[in-house]
């Protein structure tokens, strides 16, 4: 099957953030995402040496440029990857490449020879906001392609999702559903939905994934990693003790989901607003809001927002409280932008509904 071509394949995909029903969904309720306009690309080319040459660039929080041999001659005596040129732990960050590139090689027989793989991100990593689906999406579609491996879009979602649940151990449907069809989706007991909504203006406030004044802690960064994992599993706990107190809690998410696409449906940004208060309620009522973004959130909300809540899985004070907040901003976007740089976040206008998943020869 393989394939050697001299041209360059570029796979771009969305970021993605959800609006409503995050942890909500892990039990069955319903939850609303949509694909942002920030956008990964990961161009695929060939090179003269045989093996893999990986580069990731991830632009909007640190530099980190990494090299990653996975040619099979560059693998030390326990097969392991060799690496030249790294912050460590921050090898997590390309463990979805590797994956699809072993996943390539063994579902489709696909994947020798020389191969440049070239990422270059606008999506802050492990900040809720899918860098991980991201990357899993468009280095898989690129690849295929690369060797003419033809696929729909629905073949690339699938592939994606099990090579992200292959690195994680388990990962929700939503974040390649997001980055292979882009728009908007809702969840419901586990089945993704593509809707038809407009875009909204929003804000998205990150607590980076490495904040600067902390330094490079190799220990955090490989903690962050598992970030998702670790609240869902503290989540979890506490229902399990509380069960009656979150179950009502959890209906009540439920309901707001479901008001949220109507408010949409209906241009109601006054009702979309509280609704997104109410839900950051709720999720700091499960304890998945650290004093970083609950800060983050108050301050939006006091500057004018018409609305402001945690977005995905929220972060734990231990490592850093990394993880992004939501504004729907009002008239006041720009106030609110300049308190998140005062305040250290990472402040990022962004409009949701964006385009999925985009493959070119370039
Ligand atoms: O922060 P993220 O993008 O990993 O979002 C996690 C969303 C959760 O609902 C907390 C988990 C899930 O799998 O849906």
Redesign the pocket.
């Known amino acids: 099957m393989y394939n050697k071509m001299e041209r360059k394949i570029r796979a771009s995909v969305p970021a993605k953030v959800?609006l409503f029903g995050?942890?909500f969904?892990?039990y069955g309720k319903r939850a609303l995402a949509t694909a942002i306009n920030r956008r990964l690309t990961v161009d695929v080319s060939s090179r003269e040496k045989k093996g893999y040459h990986v580069k990731i660039e991830n632009i909007p929080t640190f530099g980190i440029e990494m090299d990653l041999e996975v040619g099979k001659e560059d693998r030390d005596e326990k097969g392991k990857a060799l690496l030249y040129k790294d912050y460590e732990n921050a090898t997590k960050a390309i463990a979805y490449v590797r994956e699809s590139i072993r996943y390539l090689e063994e579902r489709y027989g696909a994947g020798e020879g020389g191969v440049e793989v070239e990422i270059k991100s606008q999506i802050p990593l492990s900040a809720?906001?899918?860098s991980s689906a991201a990357t899993c999406v468009a280095t898989i579609a690129a690849l295929k392609e690369y060797f003419g491996v033809s696929s729909d879009l629905e073949g690339i979602r699938e592939d994606a999702h099990r090579i992200e649940k292959a690195v994680q151990g388990d990962?929700?449907p939503?974040?390649t559903a997001i980055s292979t069809y882009g728009g908007y989706v809702s969840v419901e007991k586990g089945e993704v939905r593509r809707l038809r909504l407009a875009g909204l203006n929003l804000i998205v406030g990150c607590v980076s994934s490495i904040p600067l004044s902390m330094g490079i802690d190799t220990k955090k960064v490989s903690e962050l990693s598992l970030k998702?994992k670790k609240?869902?599993a503290e989540v979890k706990g506490r229902k399990g003790i509380f069960k009656s107190i979150f179950d009502c809690i959890f209906d009540a998410a439920d309901e707001i989901t479901v008001q949220a696409i109507r408010a949409i449906e209906e241009g109601d940004f006054i009702k979309l607003g509280v609704l997104m208060n109410i839900n950051h309620g709720l999720l700091d009522a499960i304890g998945v809001v650290p004093r970083g973004l609950s800060e983050l959130v108050k301050m939006s909300q006091a500057s004018g927002a018409l609305g402001a809540k945690v977005t995905?899985?929220g972060g734990l004070e231990e490592i850093g409280g990394v993880g992004s907040v939501l504004v729907l901003p009002g008239e006041s976007g720009e106030r609110i932008k300049t308190a998140m740089e005062i305040a250290g976040a990472l402040g990022m206008d962004v409009k949701t509904g964006g385009e999925g998943l985009k493959i070119d020869a370039v």
């Open positions: 959800i995050e942890h969904v892990v809720g906001l899918g990962a929700s939503v974040d998702t609240i869902v995905g899985a």
